[in-house]
């Protein structure tokens, strides 16, 4: 161990600079990685688990690490040429692996450049041994092009909500896809709408929720607030459990589609659109806002997710009105 103790705390970002100065020095930085973009990432998952030590008031190392449910990671392990070889790198490992414990971790995988041979003495010493392994890697991101803007996180039970929306809309359009160009302009019944309306009516529902979701106006009440809020009690709760939309409600008219929307090809790409802006809205609103509401016309106002349930069942809804189409041929 060195002279000095080394002190570990968490990153802050006021040590951006200095940090990516010791990476660079340490020979850790790489064209193809933007170290400010590995930062900015690293914020948004597990923060506190990407380390800085500092000797004597100055950064004198770092290390990144995370686990994602199965094993631990480790990245950005430096420690300042001038304080190497005085035990700092030990320390800031045994900080690492001890968050990675409490964490759940079972193990920890480390990968090493096939140009660094030097560093596998450091992590025998640790107790790490080498495994049968090819490492393999995949970049989803190009960090010399313009920067990825994830959505932000949001709980698990909204995550399935969202799940089980893109299924329900998956299952619209490639039903839908599958209708032929007379059945699509054909109403399913005398006084019904057509698939293409079916559609358009959908997008419009999407629509006119995200624009408020996004401050927009709100809604307007179609039924007195009294009767909303017991169909709320009443209602609400079968179609949330997936017991189905009741039939006879008739669409408010801003959300009442056209008598002719357009062809299928240009309707379905818009209506999925329609459907990624509108979950898009809804996650930066809960991020924003979790207890946020939404009147919905019949209702009243809604929690983000169980509004986010109601246009699930609403599109599965529609989705049995499209006619029955060929299946695709097996391969
Ligand atoms: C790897 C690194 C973090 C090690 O930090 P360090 O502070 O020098 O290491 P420590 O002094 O804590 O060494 C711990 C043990 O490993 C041994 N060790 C460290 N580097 C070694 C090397 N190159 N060869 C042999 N043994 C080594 C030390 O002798 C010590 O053994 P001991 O506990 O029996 O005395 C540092 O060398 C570094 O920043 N390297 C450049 C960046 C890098 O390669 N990072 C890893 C990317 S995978």
Known sequence: MGEEPMHIRPFCPADEPAIIALWQQCGLTRPWNDPHRDIERKLRVQAHMFLIGEVEGRLAGSVMAGYEGHRGWINYLAVSPAHQGKGYGRVLMEHAERLLRE?????????????????????????????????????????QGPAFHPRPAVPSALELRLSEHRLTIDGFTTHAGRISGSQWQTPRAPGK???????????LVYATFAATLCGGPPRELRVPAERALELQRT???????????????????????????????????????AAEDFEKALVSAYAASPNARIVHPYFGPLGLEDLLGLLTAHTCHHTGFLPATQPEPTR
């Open 193 to 203: 709408w057509t698939p293409a309306q079916e559609t358009a009516h959908l997008m």
């Open 235 to 273: 209602v609400l709760p079968g179609i949330l459990d997936g017991k189905g939309f009741p039939t006879g409600a008739r669409a408010p008219a801003e959300t009442a589609p056209p008598d002719d929307p357009g062809d299928l090809g240009v309707l379905l790409p818009q209506l999925r659109a």
């Open 103 to 143: 964490g759940g971790c079972p193990k920890i995988n480390l990968q090493i450049r096939s140009t660094n041979t030097d560093v596998i003495a450091f992590y025998r010493k640790l107790g790490y041994g080498m495994d049968d392994v090819v490492s393999m890697g995949k970049r989803l991101e190009d960090d």
